[in-house]
């Protein structure tokens, strides 16, 4: 059920962003999607049986992605999905170190940064989240923090109501799609992108 939430308010966001930019209500909407994702990605590294092969089908899928996220949003920045495999091997590292605690955390805040000053989406808050969601520990109330520090910091206003996907996961069980279903999921990304931008290119 969290990945069908994920996949329209993701869609509904984007229609806001390319057809609808002056609609507010679209991207509060849409501010559902990425914490699901992010939970989702979350998941996918605790119960994968291979972390490389997980990885290559996520950066398959992000560079797919990469082409018509560029021609749609006019954008040249990474994508979303990239985001994810960066805070992933952020929490490899960070798990499995055995180096000392001052270079463990060191190299993970360093990596934290990399992603805001190179522009991936949602840069620092996106790791902070995986955090929250692997460990999950005060999970709402960590998430709300984390969204105020994000409107202190960026003025990410809308972002205060994507706490709301952590309640549903805390409160309401999944019911995780399984065959074709889970299989048009792992590709709902690339695929909306591309079918968003042909829509634009027929609309002239």
């Known amino acids: ?74 954008k040249y920045d990474p994508n979303i999905i990239f985001t994810f495999i960066a805070c992933l091997l952020l929490l490899k590292y960070f798990e499995q170190t055995k180096d000392g605690p001052f270079l463990k955390y060191f190299i993970v805040i360093s990596g934290a940064l990399f992603l805001q000053v190179f522009q991936f989406s949602y840069g620092t808050y996106a790791f902070i989240l995986t955090l929250i969601y692997h460990y999950n520990k005060w999970v709402i109330l960590s998430h709300n923090l984390l969204n105020f520090a994000a409107v202190f910091v960026n003025g990410w206003v809308t972002q205060l109501y994507s706490f709301i996907p952590s309640l549903i996961i805390k409160c309401v069980p999944n019911r995780r799609l399984t065959g074709k279903a889970r299989r048009f999921y792992q590709i709902f990304y690339p695929l909306h992108l591309a079918v968003l931008y042909l829509i634009t290119i027929l609309l002239g």
């Not at 990945?3 to 679209?26: C, K, R, T, Y």
């Not at 849409?30 to 972390?51: C, D, E, N, W």
């Open 1 to 74: 059920m969290y990945e069908i939430i994920a996949m329209l308010s993701m869609l509904i966001d984007h229609l806001g962003v390319v057809f609808f930019p002056g609609v507010e209500w679209l991207r509060i909407v849409g501010r559902l999607a990425m914490p699901l994702y992010t939970y989702g990605i979350v998941q996918g590294y605790k119960h994968t049986r291979s972390f490389k092969n997980y990885l290559f089908r996520l950066l398959v899928i992000a560079s797919i992605s990469q082409v018509f996220y560029t021609l749609l949003m006019h």
